[in-house]
């Protein structure tokens, strides 16, 4: 697991959406895995700037989010599908049958989950998959307790969870979520983990302190994949020099 600290968020999400661009160029056809949350807003706005100049095309990509909410009712919270359309699909060439996304509107939940892995499975694996992390160490959906082998499937979320995405409106947030399952993401070739923020220090600091798998922390399923990044801004690694932590290598600056 390679750690960098980058100069600011700024500078982190520029990293990760050249990181984005450059898999792009090298391979037309690579299959990503996308995240969503306020962290990856300025991700998603550098990659706007980068197709607009010409420096990628997603006419030959596919994409795979990592989770969807479970939307019953009209009046709830906007899906993860109107916010990636917003933020990136609809200003770039991607062809719509190569967005793939969790129906949250689905009329069995459990089926659209089990018909999402089907999908991982016909399409992996996932060349370059990008996550956030939640301030309870959760990345996707997969909440504390998730096993290291899950798969895309049904989650209530956390009630710290709800609190983080929505604020003061949690109460009225979905419950539920489908997302894929920690044995699902990795798969992925290699991963690109975004932490910014004073609120994701504890998670990142207790990824960190783990050499192996521990269910409190869903995050330390990667600390056995070969090809993981964590870029942190200052405040997101503030918590690593106070703490010896296990992994190989050390920190670096971006």
């Known amino acids: 697991m390679i750690v960098h ?17 450059r898999q792009l160029q090298q391979k037309p056809n690579s299959i990503l895995g996308l995240a969503t949350g306020r962290t990856m ?7 706007r700037y980068n197709y607009r100049t010409g420096r990628c095309s997603w006419r030959k990509a596919r994409t795979f989010n990592l ?4 939307l019953t009712g009209s009046g709830q ?48 694996p996932i060349d370059l998959q990008i996550l956030g992390i939640g ?53 992925a070739r290699k991963i690109i983990l975004l932490a910014t923020g004073v609120s994701k220090q504890n998670a990142i600091t207790s990824l960190l302190q783990h050499s192996t798998f521990t269910p409190t922390s869903p995050a330390s399923a990667l600390v056995h994949h070969p090809n993981v ?15 010896e932590h296990r992994q190989p290598g050390s920190a670096s600056t971006i």
């Open 67 to 70: 989770d969807e909410y479970v």
């Open 229 to 243: 990044e964590l870029i942190l801004d200052p405040a997101a690694a503030a918590g690593i020099a106070r703490h």
């Open 77 to 124: 919270h906007t899906s993860i599908f109107q916010f990636m359309q917003d933020q990136l699909i609809r200003h770039i060439d991607l062809p719509s049958e190569q967005f793939h996304i969790p129906n949250a509107h689905a009329e069995s939940p459990r089926k659209e989950a089990e018909a999402y892995e089907a999908l991982l499975d016909q399409h992996e």
């Open 135 to 187: 301030t309870n160490g959760h990345i996707a959906f997969n909440e504390p307790g998730s096993a290291k082998d899950s798969r895309t499937r049904i989650v209530r979320l956390a009630e710290e969870t709800l609190t983080q995405n929505f604020g003061a409106t949690a109460s009225r947030a979905p419950r539920h979520a489908i997302t894929m399952g920690l044995g699902s993401i990795v798969r």
């Open 5 to 21: 600290v980058a100069l600011s968020p700024e500078t982190g999400a520029e990293y990760v959406a050249e990181a984005i661009t």
């Open 41 to 47: 807003e300025p991700v998603y706005e550098r990659l």
